[in-house]
């Protein structure tokens, strides 16, 4: 299959496209400014039903739609759009509008870049200790674009430093003088979309070399639900592979963090060829989404979708709660409904699945696990654990928050039985006081 894309300059050559109505038109227009847009002939011929494009989850995933921007952010750009063909001012409005929709949130630009000797390694992130994220600089793009996705101003150019790094060299120094670092995740963008070739350049010399800590490489990609041809048909999908291989071969685990947010990723041929060929070498798939309205909103849809991937040779991972960037409002669901959706779809599948863990807040301080709403000595509470935190110690701590109705993010909640604070919040500001030197912090690592 050749792949064609299609973003904002184009989408008029979609075939399918006379489907849609003059105001799904205007949004993709008027939102299609702000937010990234693109999609390919795979997404739009295979996954999206252009037959029921008002309840269509991959049409929601993939094309911009009006309540995706506020009324009056819509309006204003609405407006510049009917008036001006001016390039300058669309864009000004643009950066306006996407600079209030908190194009960076929990503190990943400022607070988890590593240094070596000294030199802070920029296309790197360094939060829990066991795990380095690696952002190569040829994968800050995707197959096509998530409507929800926190990644948003890397593809709108909007930052002039992606944390990329050609430095796969310095990756490999930074990993074997810290031997508290087990995994390696490539992410992106998605690392997915580079050739093979140039993916091996950022591989070979971890290879090349002895690091026994590292022991798991992992991949976060979204190609096998956009492009899963990337892994069986491509010109470079061989090459891929035997790359792949190699990894395995010498001794090192091999995960593919798979994205699928509907069941129906899941049931192409491509796809089902793609993970076949990927599982028969022995590479893992793990896979993850977040909840989000409009697309996978209800607990059949993720009971379903846990099952497929199961018996499609995939271990179910993480159910996120989307962050609080960009078109949240749009995609927003009370942490309250998120847990009810969880526990609902939880119950209906076998323990084969339920290695998921969810739903989860990817904030400043970790991963935050809602675990369920209970009721201690009359308080209405949500019990929460840490999954995931900056200080290790804080790993599997349950904690406690106010029961809030319309709470959808960490911001929103507060600490239950009228205690000041989280328990983390004292040390988690003493990590971030940039008096502190990093001899000092470096006792979390
Ligand atoms: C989620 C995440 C990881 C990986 O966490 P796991 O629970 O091991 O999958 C690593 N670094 C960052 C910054 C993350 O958000
Ligand atoms: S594939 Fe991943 S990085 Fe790319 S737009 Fe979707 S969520 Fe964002």
Excluded at 98 to 126: D, I, S, T
Aim: aromatic share 12%; proline share 5%; net charge negative.
């Amino acid at each position: 299959m050749k792949l064609q894309s299609f973003a904002l300059h184009n989408y008029k050559n979609i075939p399918q496209i006379a489907k849609l109505t003059a105001e799904q038109l205007e949004a993709i227009e008027v939102v299609g400014n702000v937010l990234p847009f693109k999609t390919n002939n795979y997404v739009v011929n295979e996954l999206i039903d252009w037959d029921n494009l008002d309840n269509d989850p991959m049409f929601k995933l993939t094309f911009p739609q009006k309540g995706m921007l506020s009324n009056e952010h819509y309006d204003s750009m609405k407006i510049v759009l009917e008036k001006s063909k001016n390039r300058d001012e669309i864009k000004r409005m643009a950066n306006t509008i996407r600079l209030e929709l908190n194009p960076h949130p929990a503190g990943q630009m400022e607070h988890n870049v590593p240094e070596v000797n000294g030199e802070k390694l920029l296309g790197m992130q360094h939060k829990y200790r066991e795990t380095v994220l690696f952002f190569p600089s040829q994968g800050q793009t995707c197959h096509a674009y998530c409507t929800f996705c926190f990644r948003w101003p890397q593809f709108v150019g909007m930052d002039e430093f992606k944390f990329a790094t050609k430095e796969a060299s310095l990756l490999k120094d930074y990993v074997k003088e810290n031997s508290q670092v087990t995994d390696i995740l490539f992410t992106g963008g998605d690392p997915m979309i580079m050739k093979a070739k140039i993916f091996a350049s950022y591989i070979q010399p971890l290879l090349d070399e002895e690091i026994p800590n590292l022991q798991t490489i992992r991949i976060g990609t979204k190609a096998l639900s956009y492009w899963p041809y990337k892994f069986t048909s491509d010109d470079d999908a061989d090459e891929l592979i035997t790359l792949f291989d190699s990894i395995i071969k010498k001794g090192i685990n091999l995960t593919i963090m798979a994205h699928f947010s509907h069941p129906v990723e899941l049931e192409t041929e491509a796809v089902k060829l793609a993970i076949k060929r990927l599982r028969s070498i022995g590479v893992q798939i793990r896979t993850q989404s977040p909840i989000l309205k409009h697309i996978n909103d209800s607990p059949e849809v993720w009971s379903d979708m846990w099952r497929k991937q199961v018996n499609l040779n995939c271990i179910p991972y993480y159910m996120f709660i989307p962050r609080d960037t960009g078109a949240q409002d749009y995609f927003a669901i009370t942490l309250e409904d998120a847990w009810q959706i969880f526990r609902n779809a939880y119950q209906k599948v076998s323990g084969v699945c339920r290695t998921v863990r969810g739903p989860s807040m990817s904030c400043t301080p970790g991963k935050i696990q809602i675990l369920g709403i209970s009721e201690i000595k009359g308080e209405k509470i949500f019990v929460l654990r840490m999954l995931q935190g900056r200080n290790p110690d804080w790993v599997g701590r349950p904690f406690f928050a106010k029961y809030d109705k319309k709470a959808i993010w960490l911001d929103d909640l507060k600490p239950a039985f009228d205690e000041e604070k989280f328990f983390f919040e004292d040390e988690l500001e003493w990590l971030f006081n940039e008096h502190v030197n990093d001899d000092e912090k470096a006792r979390f690592e």
